[in-house]
């Protein structure tokens, strides 16, 4: 079992920063990766980033690269988004996620364990 507890969500101006936090808790997966999706009302669950916890390799959606950064604090099992230069359509749920085996990063289907999620809202 794995607990996953976001925090760091807010309400920000069109341009600003925020960076979110992801504290795991329970069982360690040390070769998984820790991942970051969103959802907005009416749309779908989208992958945003991820990292691997072993090497620390970084992967990003199209949307939001150049403008976000995952990293991780291994010694407090954390992983971390930055996010600068928000769009109003960077407004959504931003939930975080275990992939035991890091595979098929950017696939929903490879994530087991899902936290509860923070709101993010990007004002313009």
């Known amino acids: 079992q794995v607990q996953l507890v976001e925090s760091g969500g807010g309400l920000v101006q069109a341009g600003g920063s925020l960076r979110l936090s992801c504290a795991a808790s329970?069982?360690?997966?040390?070769?998984?990766?820790m991942g970051w999706f969103r959802q907005a009302p009416g749309k779908e669950r989208e992958f945003v980033a991820a990292i691997s916890w072993r090497l620390g390799s970084t992967y990003y959606a199209d949307s939001v690269q150049g403008r976000f950064t995952v990293s991780r604090d291994n010694a407090k099992n954390t992983v971390f988004l930055q996010m600068n230069s928000l769009k109003p359509e960077d407004t959504a749920v931003y939930i975080c996620a275990v992939n035991p085996n890091a595979m098929a990063m950017m696939s929903r289907a490879f994530y087991d364990y899902w936290g509860q999620g923070t709101q993010v809202t990007v004002s313009s």
């Open positions: 329970g069982r360690t997966f040390s070769s998984g990766a």
